[in-house]
């Protein structure tokens, strides 16, 4: 079956604008979260949707936000673009949110972000 | 320090020979993962350990978790050239009614032909 499909792959924007990303998650998976990777700060947890309603957040300003549609998939947007966005954004897809047992990830590809 | 810290860092090892990662954390977990990361792709989910387990074996690796020490550690026999990674650990566990994943910091595992 399909792996988790992150669109697109590499991105270069200029400080200021505004940046939508896309995950596509495993068929079957209900729960997307996403993570911004840099070398400087490691994996850092954005936030996780499940059944459209976001679930759980981690510590970014408000110009990070995302949301999921009843297919599953979701959208991170991150607006007014600093050059601190750089980072390699990752999406993971799992069967359910934590709570309802033990589920690993399946992680995308990413998305290479590039603000210049 | 974080949630989750690889040690050491970085690693460089001959083919054949064992790799071994530990990972110490903070807070009481539901459970631990290690995922292995090739560079700039996505992560992997290598294996997954509950917090009442001790010990679990997956193919070349073998993961071990003391809750009393809160510590894990990744062993992988018998390296091979197509070992060399980024390794994390993640550990799940309660944040504000719902399960949170945070990973740790990596070991850069380098596996020398």
């Known amino acids: 079956k399909a792996g988790v499909t992150q669109t697109p792959r590499y991105l270069i924007k200029t400080r200021g604008q505004q940046v939508t990303l896309s995950c596509s998650p495993i068929?079957?998976?209900?729960?997307v979260s996403w993570y911004q990777q840099t070398p400087g700060q490691g994996l850092q947890f954005l936030f996780e949707?499940?059944?459209?309603?976001?679930?759980n957040k981690g510590n970014f300003p408000g110009r990070f936000s995302g949301r999921q549609f009843s297919n599953s998939r979701s959208e991170m947007n991150v607006s007014t673009l600093e050059l601190g966005d750089s980072a390699l954004y990752l999406c993971a897809s799992s069967l359910g949110i934590r709570v309802q047992g033990h589920y690993g990830y399946t992680f995308g590809s990413g998305t290479r972000l590039t603000v210049v | 320090s974080q949630q989750g810290e690889e040690d050491p860092q970085a690693l460089s090892i001959q083919e054949g020979e064992n790799a071994t990662m530990n990972c110490s954390y903070k807070?009481?977990?539901?459970?631990l993962q290690w995922y292995r990361q090739n560079s700039g792709r996505g992560l992997v989910h290598l294996i997954l350990?509950?917090?009442?387990?001790r010990e679990k074996h997956s193919g070349r690796l073998r993961v071990t978790l003391d809750t009393s020490k809160k510590s894990s550690s990744l062993l992988i026999t018998a390296s091979r050239a197509a070992d060399t990674a980024s390794y994390f650990c993640?550990?799940?566990?309660?944040?504000?009614?719902?399960?949170?994943?945070?990973f740790g910091t990596g070991t850069k595992l380098q596996v020398i032909p």
């Open positions: 993640a550990t799940d566990a309660n944040s504000g009614g719902y399960q949170k994943v945070t």
């Open positions: 350990i509950r917090s009442n387990e």
């Open positions: 068929s079957g998976h209900r729960s």
């Open positions: 807070t009481s977990i539901n459970n």
């Open positions: 949707y499940f059944s459209e309603t976001q679930r």
